[in-house]
């Protein structure tokens, strides 16, 4: 029998999440990005204990195609670049819609846009067409205010470049980027899957 998810290897796992047989290759892959695995499973135990070969080289292209969609970062603006992924990744838009990489694309560009014309000392809110994108740029205002209460005119501008790098991963500006409506979103997906930081950013001062 087929796995379901690819329709092409051989079942050989019992996957809880989805409660059928899947195959090794969808669930070393497909994990926190199509399934959400349980913390009892045993596959998911195992991979994070003793992580196969090619799921070392996916994890390594993908911290490798992500940082170059971002550029050089300082430490506070990984920080930052993690806190703003992970918020992106949780939000939830209403009704049936989904977030897809356009949606984050303008959301990111927009509030860079306004913290940028803030940083000269331009207020403006630059808002978006896009229902979903324009929700979850709130969202992301929220966040970027609260680093900007403590940090200032400087914080905005890091804040304005983390989005900026945010804008072209989601654009999949320099073809590195799977070209699918959620191919940075999932890159993202499995990159924070792998411990990356979450911390709340040191804010700048």
């Known amino acids: 029998m ?19 047989e899947i195959c090794p290759t969808c669930c070393a892959t497909k994990r926190f990005v ?10 998911l135990e195992t991979a994070q204990k003793h992580p196969a070969a090619v799921v070392k080289r996916q994890i390594d292209k993908d ?6 969609t971002m550029g050089r970062l300082s430490e506070q603006q990984l920080q930052l670049f993690f806190l703003f992924q992970s918020i992106i990744l949780a ?10 990489d356009s949606d984050v694309a303008l959301a990111a560009g927009a509030l860079a846009q306004s913290l940028e ?25 929220e966040v970027a205010d609260e680093v900007a209460k403590s ?15 945010i804008e072209r991963g989601a654009r999949h500006e320099g073809g590195l980027v799977d070209e699918t409506p959620t191919g940075y979103l999932d890159l993202v997906a499995r990159v924070l899957q792998q411990g990356a930081p979450r911390t709340p950013p040191v804010l700048i001062r």
């Open 151 to 165: 940090g200032g005119t400087r914080a905005e501008r890091e804040v304005a470049q983390v989005l900026r790098g």
């Open 34 to 43: 199509e399934i959400s695995c349980p913390e009892g499973c045993r596959y």
């Open 63 to 68: 911290v490798t195609v992500l940082m170059a």
């Open 2 to 20: 087929n796995c379901p998810l690819c329709q092409k290897r051989p079942t050989k796992r019992g996957c809880p999440a989805l409660d059928r």
């Open 91 to 100: 939000f939830k838009p209403d009704g049936l819609a989904r977030v897809v």
């Open 117 to 141: 014309t803030a940083s000269r000392g331009l207020i403006f809110d630059e808002a978006t067409a896009s229902l979903i994108a324009e929700a979850l740029r709130k969202q992301l205002r």
